[in-house]
């Protein structure tokens, strides 16, 4: 079965202090995967999208990483507006049109 | 350029009453998708629409859960009769294209089955 595992599931950081979340994923022939930021009472907000190993995208102070078994976002010296909950979700191969999200890592940038 | 819209934003219904949600997706994307998270769980796909037909329904949990999209614009997905269960946000989602093309999502509908 397809799955997506986060860790870790809650991160509080100093302000300034950088740090990296992960995703692994068992989701077989995963063709890609996305990160998207959560704030409480919003929906998911994309923030990238990752397709092969070895590629990387940046913004801001969020800097996504893939390889052949999990995906990282880095957070650079990260600042309050920075918390929230961060979710990735895996994209299968093949005819799935379905994306299978992880449970998220809740971060909070303490000022 | 909208965002994708759904309404209501909360809703609380009593067991056994019928609840229908809409999302109005981003303009000119033909891909919609309907997601849920239920209490303490990662979010689940539900389905999901090209136009106004039916691509993929493996993740919609019963038949009391009926979506519909007519003409390909707007869609809603009525719940009859709800159950306590399906409690919990539901999501709407719209792309240009299918995967892998990114999903925006709409902000959720809160849906509070008593």
């Known amino acids: 079965e397809d799955q997506v595992t986060q860790s870790p599931e809650a991160l509080r950081l100093q302000e300034g202090e950088s740090s990296s979340l992960n995703c692994s994923y068992t989701v077989s022939g995963l063709r890609g995967l996305f990160w998207y930021r959560q704030d409480p009472g919003k929906g998911p907000e994309f923030l990238f999208t990752l397709y092969s190993a070895g590629e990387e995208k940046e913004k801001e102070r969020l800097k996504a990483t893939l390889t052949k078994k999990e995906s990282f976002l880095h957070i650079t010296a990260p600042k309050p507006e920075d918390s929230a909950t961060y979710l990735c979700?895996?994209?299968?191969?093949?005819?799935?049109?379905?994306?299978?999200f992880g449970s998220g890592t809740q971060l909070t940038v303490l000022p | 350029e909208a965002g994708v819209t759904q309404f209501p934003s909360h809703s609380v219904i009593e067991k056994g009453q019928t609840v229908t949600l809409r999302c109005d997706p981003i303009?000119?994307?033909?891909?919609l998708y309907w997601y849920r998270r239920v209490m303490g769980k990662e979010i689940k796909f539900l389905l999901h629409f090209v136009k106004e037909s039916k691509q993929d329904e493996s993740g919609m949990p019963n038949n009391r859960f009926l979506a519909e999209r007519t003409g390909g614009t707007y869609s809603t997905l009525k719940v009859q009769p709800a159950e306590l269960e399906d409690s919990g946000v539901y999501f709407c989602?719209?792309?240009?294209?299918?995967?892998?093309?990114?999903?925006?999502f709409g902000p959720g509908t809160r849906l509070t089955v008593t």
């Open positions: 303009s000119g994307h033909d891909n």
């Open positions: 979700a895996g994209i299968p191969s093949g005819s799935a049109r379905q994306l299978t």
């Open positions: 989602a719209s792309s240009a294209g299918p995967l892998p093309y990114e999903q925006y």
